[in-house]
């Protein structure tokens, strides 16, 4: 049994605009230790996904499944919930500077969080495991910074802390929801770092969120590619980075500079912008930014199906043009020539 | 720390200075002599230059500034033209009166305030956010002197409780118990009127904080949900209410006097009403004087206080 599993997720809120569709039928699951990339431009889904299954999105419409040790998150009581989080799964949040409660200090924050789950743990017990946690986050004198409050730690130090504060009650899920992107470079391969070598030493399963291939090109086992509220392709990292099949993935290996699929190191967008999730697009849900883009695409959605074995991709090319290279190149524009589409197959 | 509390305490004395010194000049500036209006009409002009001497008033100009600004600082406010008292007794013993009354309202409408505040925010679009509102509106739209009337009307005659009473203000240390009977309908009174304002302050604050990610992280910690509002949202919010409430008090001394002239309370409000009545010039400008020392006195606590809640703003 898988740790997490979650079955067609689907996420959609009222607005006055009309309904967002922000997730639009999700299925992945991971297992102990592992850890899964999902990657995906903004807006397409990522963190409503991932704080849905925590329960942190209020007013969303939320249907399917995601069994955590067999048990649905989904169908849970608020009571139940609050008690899977921090002992069973926890969070690290995009934006450090605005995740930890600035009137308090980043001790505190910490014991809080141990004792309300904990309750029997003294404080003074719970402050030394704090000024620990700090200590092996790498907060230089940690028992003198566990008394500072977060506007006196640094943007990475304060990510370090949320590490800490997640890593507390040793939980068996850390979801990481682009927890790199808010620092600057240097800071980013320290903290990318400091979570890889954490993961492995606590053997906890790491749900790492981001929009740039290149974070998780050396971390991640599996990598979901979300586009629209959909997954799009999803496989193995070594699958993802040599043999993609989604024009889509293509478009963002490209877009790493120097990545697998960079060309002399240059950062090549994708043209166009991320479609309206309240009116999605009509059959491929990329067709209007695609290069590829064929009759079918535009009338029929494509189905997640095996491209090659665990590799699944929605996208109605050949199943055999897979790669960035020549040969699938031409592959492909042959079946875009003649207007092949490979239903049924 | 220190350093910032001197500098607020030398901008309140600035402030201060600055009233004192408005206040000389309105002092001489007025179209009637002061010696003539103690005089009176009818007095002879050796009287009038007895009075004017007597007052000093014929001394240079700066020397008479400098007597006024030490006998201010000293306390020392002048004389009524009515009742030939002290000022600074008048308003001793007009005092107590008013700041009961200010201290006790302040009390119900900070509780009151928050309390509906963070059930409406809370409870957004809810009936109980609905009901508030309309309370909101309710006493943001009564005028003072109809609420003061209302009160006592609907409580005593209405309702039936005549515990409660209407009269002259009691002191609390002769008769606790008749203090409370008279003071608690201006209290409601006075509390009803600028409650409205804490609800939707409290109400704005909570839900801006309400949407900040760290109340996301205290939720993603899996607090309860009575300590992800309370503890991490209600104390993020505070702070500009807290401030508000400083700076109401303050101002609040000596303009209460709808409220003790309805329900017949002999405070600072009253004072300032018959003072006004009888052109009794030193005692308007002595409770000036003291609003705006409890002005700047409330100023410097909130100052003080607002970096004690936010350990951001503690420059050291
Ligand atoms: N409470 C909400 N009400 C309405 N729409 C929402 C709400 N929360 C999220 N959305 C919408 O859902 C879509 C998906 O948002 P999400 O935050 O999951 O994107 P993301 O993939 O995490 O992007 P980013 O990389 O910018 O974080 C967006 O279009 C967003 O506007
Ligand atoms: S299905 Fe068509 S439009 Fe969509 S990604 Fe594949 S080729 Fe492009
Ligand atoms: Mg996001």
Partial sequence: MSLLEVTDLKVSFNTSDGVVQAVRGMTFSIDRGKTLGIVGESGSGKSVSTQTLMGLTPGAKVSGQALFEGQDLLSMTPDQLRRIRGPQISMIFQDPLSSLHPLYKVGWQIVEMIRAHEPNVSKADARKRAVELLGMVGIPQPDRRVDDYPHQFSGGMRQRAMIAMALALNPKLIIADEPTTALDATVQAQILDLMLRLQREFDTALIMITHDLGVIADLADDVLVMYAGKPVEQTDRRSLYYRSHHPYSAGLLRSIPSGAGGRGGRLIPIPGQPPSLI????????????????????????????VAAGHGSACWLPKDALGLGPEAEQLRESAVAEGRTEVGA | MFRFIIRRLLFGILVLWLVTTTVFCLLHI???PVEK??????????TVALIRHNLGLDRPFLVQYWSFLKDTFTGDLGYSYVTQAKVSSIIADRLPATLWLVLGAAVLWFVGGITTGVLSATKARSLLDRTSTGFVLLGLSIPPFLMALLLPFLFIHEIGITWFQTGQYVSPFEDPTLFLQRMILPWLALAFLIVATYTRLTRGSMMDVLGEDYIRTARAKGLSERRVIYRHGLRAALT??????????????GSTIVTEKVFGLQGIGQLVYNSIVKGDTPVILGVTLLTALFVVVANLIVDIGYSFLDPRVRVD
């Fill in chain 1, 279 to 306: 009116s999605p697009p009509s059959g491929c849900s990329f067709h209007p930014r695609c290069p590829y883009v064929m009759d079918t695409c535009r009338v029929d959605e494509p189905p997640l199906r095996e």
């Fill in chain 2, 37 to 46: 209006m103690i005089a009176g009409p009818r007095a002879s002009a050796a």
């Fill in chain 2, 240 to 253: 500009p209410i807290v401030t508000q409430f400083g700076v109401d008090i303050g101002a609040l001394i």
């Fill in chain 2, 30 to 32: 007025s179209p009637t």
